[in-house]
Each structure stands twice: as C-alpha cells, then as structure tokens.
C-alpha cells in the first residue's frame, strides 16, 4: 500500500494560486492518486484524480510527472471559502473489486483576505 | 440525484452500552464504505463492501463492530459494547463501479459519537 505525505498545514492570501504536494514513493503501477476536500462538520468530497502528466477540471489542476512518486494540486485563485483539509491518496485496487480509498492526516489549507 | 443518507446525526452514550449507525447509498452505487474519523485525524476506513460481500475489513476492530449490507443496498454498521476512546464521526461512502478506476466516491454528513 503506498502511503502518502503531504505538508500538515499551508497559509495563503485570496486571489493566490495554491499548490499542494504529495509525495508517494512506492506507488503501484495500476494506482490512481485522487485529492478529496473537506470541510468541518462534512464528509470529505472527491476534487480531482490522475494517473500521470496533468489533469484540469473546474475547481483544480493536479501535476504528476514521469515517475509518478508526487503530485501536486494546483488551486487556482483561492478564497475564503477553500479553507479546508485537502487529503492525497493513493487509490488500491481490490482483489474483490473496487478501489480501497486510504486517508492520511491531510493538508490543512488556511485562506486569509 | 440525492446523495449518501445517514442517521442519525449525532449520539450520545454510555461506555459499555451498544450503539447503530444506518446508511442508505446513492442508488446503484456498488460499493459502500464505513470510515471512522477522529477528531483532528484523517478518516480511517473500518470496512468496505461490494455490493453485499466484504472486501476489505482489515481494520474493523472484529471483537466490537459488526457491519452488514443487506442485500447490496443499506447498511448498518454497530458497535458493541462502545468504549470511550470510540467516540468519533462514522461516514458512510459509497461509489459506482467496482470495475472503474474512476476513484471517487460520495461521502454522507456522518454520525457523530460521544460515549461518556
């Protein structure tokens, strides 16, 4: 199972750009990397998953290169309302089927004017 | 589309006492997940189950909680008897292909656990 690490906390600013990086050695070759965000009093929600180069959907970016051994998310433009945990994993395949979706301590992700 | 339902939303107990936590899946969503989240840690996954077979329980602490998915839909997760340093957020997830890599999966509002 790879495990994953990311930076327990990060400050920024509204309006600036956000990345978050992730490190995880020991990827297998059939694992996806997928961000989830949470907020307090939630459960987490799916943000963005990638297998390598870059991915881009309405809310993030996520940059993965040629070794596949970290993974940055991008946050474009942040505001307030982005202060939140934002966990990296490392989706494993199941022998039974499905993906066993691991959490580790997450990013906590502060937004200040 | 509604999404994962849980109940109840919080619940207080005694240590030694039992406790049930329900969860109704996104309608035809095959997979279903119970993880517990302590306060200031990530969410830990206690059982994952596809459609009504277990797939990974690796972490369920067996001697106390029990899990079951009655056929492949709602499940019911227990804890007994509760001990204190259980209390915590129970979610339920779940998601749509088993045969996808697609790795997202839709998390409820949780159950939150005090045992006093």
């Known amino acids: 199972l790879a495990k994953t690490t990311q930076p327990i906390s990060m400050d920024s600013y509204e309006g600036q750009e956000v990345n978050i990086t992730c490190s995880h050695n020991?990827?297998?070759?059939?694992?996806?990397i997928t961000w989830y965000q949470q907020f307090p009093s939630q459960g987490p929600r799916f943000i963005i998953q990638g297998y390598k180069t870059k991915v881009t959907n309405e809310v993030a970016s996520l940059f993965i290169p040629a070794d596949r051994k970290s993974s940055t998310l991008s946050l474009p433009r942040v505001s307030l309302s982005d202060t939140a945990v934002y966990y990296c994993?490392?989706?494993?395949?199941?022998?039974?089927?499905?993906?066993?979706?691991?959490f580790g301590t997450g990013t906590q992700l502060k937004v200040e004017l | 589309e509604a999404g994962v339902a849980q109940s109840p939303r919080y619940k207080i107990i005694e240590k030694r006492q039992s406790v049930a936590f329900w969860c109704n899946p996104i309608s035809g969503h095959a997979t279903l997940y119970w993880y517990q989240q302590i306060l200031g840690q990530g969410p830990k996954l206690l059982i994952q189950?596809?459609?009504?077979?277990?797939?990974?329980d690796s972490q369920l602490p067996k001697d106390r909680f029990s899990a079951e998915r009655l056929k492949g839909v709602d499940s019911t997760l227990k804890i007994q008897p509760a001990k204190l340093e259980d209390s915590a957020v129970y979610l339920c997830?779940?998601?749509?292909?088993?045969?996808?890599?697609?790795?997202?999966?839709?998390f409820g509002q949780g159950t939150r656990l005090t045992v006093v």
């Open positions: 189950f596809q459609n009504n077979g277990v797939v990974d």
């Open positions: 020991n990827i297998a070759t059939n694992d996806y």
């Open positions: 997830a779940s998601s749509l292909d088993p045969h996808s890599m697609n790795t997202e999966a839709f």
């Open positions: 994993l490392v989706g494993e395949r199941l022998t039974g089927g499905g993906n066993k979706l691991t």
